[in-house]
Nanobody
Framework: VQLQASGGGLVQPGESLRLACAASGFNLDHVGVGWFRQAPGKEREVVACFGSRESATYYTESLKGRSIISSDNAKNTVYLQMNSLEPEDTAVYFC?????????????????????WGQGTQVTVSS
């Protein structure tokens, strides 16, 4: 079982990126998913997540209104669309799953709950 994160790149401020988190060996439709990022010199933080497909999606304050999580069940992939990117969004982005669905709001999950992590994809926002 594994997660593969992709879609990062170098973009200019104001542009968009869609990150993808593709799962293999299990069905993403039945588990929660979190998107994290780690900027240089900073701790890793959760930026978007959902505990189950029926639960509300959480977005960190800085991404609210310009990001959205979506999924393609046929491709077993969850996406994070980020618009109006800012230099402060520069980081390595990871996707992860606790391999279960949860009713607890996902923004409160400790990182230890996330059992499976993708390898990270670099997002650089620079003019």
């Amino acid at each position: 079982v594994q997660l593969q994160a992709s879609g990062g790149g170098l973009v200019q401020p104001g542009e968009s990126l869609r990150l993808a988190c593709a799962a293999s060996g299990f069905n993403l439709d039945h588990v929660g998913v979190g998107w994290f990022r780690q900027a240089p010199g900073k701790e890793r933080e959760v930026v978007a997540c959902f505990g189950s497909r029926e639960s509300a999606t959480y977005y960190t304050e800085s991404l609210k209104g310009r990001s959205i999580i979506s999924s393609d069940n046929a491709k077993n992939t969850v996406y994070l669309q980020m618009n109006s990117l800012e230099p402060e969004d520069t980081a390595v982005y990871f996707c992860a799953t606790p391999m279960t669905s949860q009713t607890t709001p996902c923004q409160y999950y400790p990182e230890e709950w996330y059992e499976l992590w993708g390898q990270g994809t670099q997002v650089t926002v620079s003019s």
